[in-house]
Each structure stands twice: as C-alpha cells, then as structure tokens.
C-alpha cells in the first residue's frame, strides 16, 4: 500500500508541475509595473504609454486581465498599421485596439481552460478553445502567462481585432 501512495503523490506532482510550466509567477507587483517590466512587450507598451488612460486603469484596484502581443507580432503588421497606432492624434483608434486586449475580472490560465467565451472591455464576446494544452484566445495563443496582484497577464501570438 505504501509504495501505491507514493506513485499518487508522484501523479500529483506531475500533474501539478506541468500546469506551472505554462504559468510565470512573479513578484505579486500591479498589471502596470509587470507590464512595463516584462521582457518581449515593449511594443504593447508603448501603445499604453501613448494612450495615457489605459496605464491609469491598470493602475486601479480592480482585477483585470490583459492579452498582450508579443514584440514580433507587431513588427509582422503592415508598416502603415504601426504607423496609424503610433500616431499621437490617433488616440481613439489605439484606445479601441487596447481595450480589445483587455478583459474585466481575473482569468488566470486554469480558468480559461473552463471557459468558452469571454468579453473584452470592448464589450465584444472573445472565442476561448483549448486545443491540445494550449489555450487560444480569438485565434490567438496564449504563450505564456503572468500572475499580477490585480489579475493576470496572457501573452498572445496575434493582435486581436476590436
């Protein structure tokens, strides 16, 4: 019977081992300074940084849940694109395109994986599928995942349409 326990708790270490693998945690630190500090974002970044309002939200007490691109999804859009979300005057574009990425409420990894749809801040209803292990969002995969003290943060391989 003895040596049947430790194969269990060996499952279970197993078990829970390999859902940590897909999930970062960090220093519990707010969604604005693990953003800013989170290596291949810088893109994204900036785009919350032109846009002003949207760091101040992630700067409030309430939970949210953010789908950031990653550095090299951006640089695959048309060079216009960029042009038009880096544009100062172009606030109410790169705001509708940030709000798209973000979630109201906290969805760490393991409840997405029970979840079929979720809703942006753009109010539009976001496709949640769980193909093999991985989660995609809208088409786009979760690449990794970071835990905040106000949510958490999903890196995605696409930028989702608002």
């Not at 979720?118 to 496709?127: F, R, T, W």
Request: charged letters at 20%; one cysteine or more.
């Amino acid at each position: 019977m003895y040596p049947q326990k430790n194969r269990f708790i060996l499952l279970l270490l197993v078990i829970l081992t390999s859902h940590c693998a897909t999930t970062t945690f960090t220093p519990l630190e707010g969604l604005w300074p693990t953003l800013s500090n989170t290596e291949n974002t810088s893109q994204f970044n900036a785009l919350v940084t032109l846009s002003g309002g949207l760091s101040l939200v992630l700067q409030e007490p309430k939970n949210h849940t953010l789908l950031v691109p990653v550095d090299s999804v951006f640089q695959e859009l048309p060079p216009k694109v960029m042009e038009d979300l880096m544009n100062p005057t172009n606030n109410n574009l790169r705001t509708n395109v940030l709000r798209a990425h973000v979630i109201p409420g906290s969805y760490p990894y393991k409840r997405l994986t029970k979840t079929k749809l979720v809703q942006s801040a753009m109010k539009k209803d976001l496709q949640v599928e769980l193909r093999g292990s991985d989660i995609f969002i809208t088409d786009a995969k979760v690449l990794q995942t970071l835990r905040t003290n106000q949510g958490y943060i999903h890196l995605i391989d696409k930028v989702l349409k608002n």
